[in-house]
């Protein structure tokens, strides 16, 4: 039997089933996670943010007319919402702890990564970058888009995501250079 | 940036259009420190990409909780009324049962009821010399 498709579970959802907008949960929480996390860093800040996501879908239901992808919609909530919870974050740093510093990644040399190791480190290493750079980085390396489906989402020229891009992996380098091996170094 | 770095970032976007795209993948392959440039790059983007994350177990069901509709200021009025009138029920029957032995016990004495019911509401019967004792009083 063939899965439903995105607009089928919408159009359910629509009309008042919840077992399909569920559906639609599960199908896209990997990907809202992706942002989210990346944007964030994992916890339950990161929890609330994906929730409020598809919260927010569940509310425009009536609205989503399916120009965009039920995933590329999902993507534009979850980095404004993780941007707007970035900010509050920064916000009450500035206020309450302002020589607080940005959090080292896990290790400072290298290691034996598995995958979920990669991941934390990824997600640390993000964090030390600030958040417009760290938006476009999470858009176009993370989670695939062009730089002109990037520049769509976050509403800049390509030029812009370009330049964001090129700055963020200078200042991502130093950063990861010591956990990346020679090999990958020489990768094709 | 370097005119150099863009274009391997739009090479790496797939954005290059191919008469460019050819000429610069020909300079990679003569060029060391562009090539070392690209692998640095791809090495980058390599272990960005390796970055996989998901929310802890229960997500769906968390986000399906919060869409459940709280109950509304008239639904909660309703169950607390339906709470207040069981209890207030109980012993309003209680009160009337109490009332009703005492006045077929106690006023059948003091003043002669026609019927039972009137007995039980502790009604007097309706004769003349009651009305006028009643108006006495």
């Known amino acids: 039997m063939p899965l439903p498709s995105d607009a089928d579970l919408v159009a359910r959802a629509r009309d008042g089933d919840h077992a399909a907008f569920q559906r639609l949960v599960e199908r896209y929480a990997d990907q809202v996670a992706d942002v989210v996390i990346g944007m964030l860093g994992a916890g339950p800040e990161a929890d609330d943010v994906g929730q409020e996501t598809f919260i927010r879908l569940y509310e425009a239901l009536d609205q989503f007319r399916g120009e965009a992808s039920v995933g590329t919609y999902l993507t534009r909530i979850a980095i404004n919402r993780a941007l707007k919870a970035s900010r509050r974050r920064t916000a009450w740093y500035r206020r309450f702890l302002p020589s607080a510093e940005a959090p080292e990644p896990a290790s400072d040399g290298r290691g034996d990564y598995e995958a979920q190791e990669r991941s934390e480190l990824v997600r640390r290493v993000l964090q030390q970058i600030d958040e417009k750079h760290r938006t476009v980085v999470v858009l176009r390396i993370l989670e695939g888009y062009s730089t002109r489906e990037t520049a769509a989402l976050l509403d800049i020229p390509e030029g812009t995501v370009m330049s964001r891009l090129s700055r963020a992996l200078d200042k991502l380098e130093p950063l990861l250079a010591p956990f990346l091996t020679a090999d990958e170094m020489q990768v094709e | ?137």
């Open chain 2, 1 to 137: 940036m370097t005119p150099d770095r863009a274009q391997l970032i739009r090479l790496m976007d797939g954005s290059l259009d191919d008469a460019t795209a050819r000429r610069l993948r020909s300079r990679l392959e003569h060029d060391i420190d562009l090539r070392a440039e690209w692998n640095r790059l791809q090495a980058m983007q390599s272990m960005l990409q390796s970055h996989t994350a998901s929310f802890e177990d229960g997500f769906s069901r968390r986000v399906m909780q919060r869409l459940r509709p709280a109950p509304g200021a008239d639904e909660s009025l309703a169950e607390a009324l339906q709470w207040l009138f069981v209890r207030v029920e109980v012993a309003a029957l209680a009160l009337i049962v109490l009332l009703a032995v005492y006045n077929v016990t106690a006023m059948n004495d003091a003043v002669a009821a026609s019927s039972f019911l009137e007995a039980l509401f502790g009604l007097p019967g309706t004769t003349l010399e009651n009305v006028l004792l009643f108006a006495a009083l």
